[in-house]
């Protein structure tokens, strides 16, 4: 198993105020789950973070969230109290139990860095599916990666008077370095600085889809902000059918 790549223990406690309640990607996860899935009951999200897309798709399904932080596992058991939350490697994670639907989004799986991480998830994801099950998961695609690498840095203020600097560098092997740079404000004139690094890497289309079909029968891509995937498509969402 490679290096661990997950970062957010400095982060984790900044990611709501800054990613905001992620409630129109939980509008789309969900109209994906409708159009594929109708009768699922049960979800479990992969890498589920602070919780929101489980607060978000809790009135509608049974649902349980896997993540390998303890800091941002420890921001969703306030958000979403009684949800079941496991900490554990999307890798090798074995809850011994299985879902109608596996979720891994919002760049999650462009965190593990070799392609053989993205394999384990998927024979992992399949091992928690039942038949007729659904796995949606999106990725950061090689294109955006290589034309984020470099440019302006993404500058946010929030909280009180709080700023978050993100710059993203290239990193060895086709991956690149979200710098996170998170100005904490103490007083008027007084600023803690936090430091968080996180790596990110894609890979094409194509292999991504070659890899899925051993484990899934049909599988779909979309994205989005266009009819159909292009290979200027940015963010691209996979929905593969058990
Ligand atoms: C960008 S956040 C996404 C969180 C959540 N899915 C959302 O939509 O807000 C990425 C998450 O992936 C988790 N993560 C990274 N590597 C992981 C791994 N190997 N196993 C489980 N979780 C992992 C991180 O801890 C982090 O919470």
Not at 95 to 120: K, M
Not at 193 to 213: K, Q
């Amino acid at each position: 198993m490679g290096r661990v790549v997950t970062g957010y223990g400095v982060y984790a406690r900044f990611y709501d105020a800054t990613q905001g309640d992620r409630a129109e990607h939980a509008t789309y996860v969900r109209s994906l789950l409708k159009k594929h899935q109708p009768r699922a009951k049960t979800v479990l999200e992969l890498a589920c973070g602070t919780g929101s897309i489980l607060k978000q798709l809790q009135p509608h399904y049974e649902v349980t969230g896997v993540d390998l932080s303890k800091e941002m596992l420890a921001v969703a058991k306030k958000k979403v109290p009684g949800v079941p939350l496991f900490q554990s490697d999307m890798r090798t994670v074995d809850l011994g139990e299985r879902f109608d639907v596996v979720l891994c989004v919002y760049d999650s799986i462009n965190h593990l860095t070799r392609f053989r991480d993205w394999e384990a998830v998927f024979r992992r994801t399949r091992a928690h599916l039942n038949g007729g099950g659904i796995f949606l998961f999106d990725i950061n695609t090689v294109h955006r990666l290589a034309a984020s690498s470099g440019g302006a840095p993404f500058v946010q203020w929030f909280g009180d008077g709080d700023l978050m600097v993100i710059e993203i560098v290239d990193a060895p092997r086709g991956a690149v370095d979200w710098q996170i740079n998170v100005f904490e404000r103490l007083s008027d004139s007084t600023y803690r600085l936090h430091l968080e690094e996180i790596r990110e890497v894609s890979f094409p289309a194509e292999r991504i889809r070659g890899a899925l079909r051993k484990h899934f029968t049909r599988i779909w891509t979309y994205d989005a902000r266009r009819s159909r995937p292009s290979p200027r498509s940015e963010r691209l969402h996979f929905v593969c059918r058990v």
